[in-house]
């Protein structure tokens, strides 16, 4: 079965950083193209990352550029997502998400076909 699980949420002061990671299990990961999203209480899931799949070329949403990045490691079948600068309004469940393919810029959530269960992320003030 495939799988994608998301680990290293937590609690993180303001200005703070915490990495969070994606493993993928029962697929070939530099296939497939990787998101990351989250979800504050009450707002809509947004996208904030995301990997394409051959290239590993990133993009970000305006709103993290400078302060996240995104990496992937094929041998390990993981994306990571090192969040920096760390805000009370990146307070969300963040998840990742995974795509067949490459993409060429970021990708409404509906285009991805496998999604894990969340990781809670709570940046205090």
């Known amino acids: 079965q495939l799988h994608v699980v998301e680990s290293g949420g937590g609690l993180v002061q303001s200005g703070g950083s915490l990495r969070l990671a994606c493993a993928a299990s029962?697929?070939?990961?530099?296939?497939?193209?990787i998101g990351w999203f989250r979800q504050a209480p009450g707002k809509e899931r947004e996208g904030v990352a995301c990997?394409?799949?051959?290239?590993?070329?990133?993009y970000y949403a305006d709103s993290v550029k400078g302060r996240f990045t995104i990496s992937k490691d094929n041998a390990k079948s993981t994306v990571y997502l090192q969040m920096n600068s760390l805000k009370p309004e990146d307070t969300a469940v963040y998840y990742c998400?995974?795509?067949?393919?490459?993409?060429?810029?970021?990708?409404?959530?509906?285009?991805?076909?496998?999604w894990g269960q969340g990781t809670l992320v709570t940046v205090s003030s």
């Open positions: 998400a995974a795509l067949f393919g490459h993409v060429y810029g970021m990708v409404r959530a509906q285009e991805y076909e496998l």
């Open positions: 029962g697929f070939t990961l530099e296939y497939y193209a």
């Open positions: 990997i394409s799949s051959s290239d590993g070329y990133p």
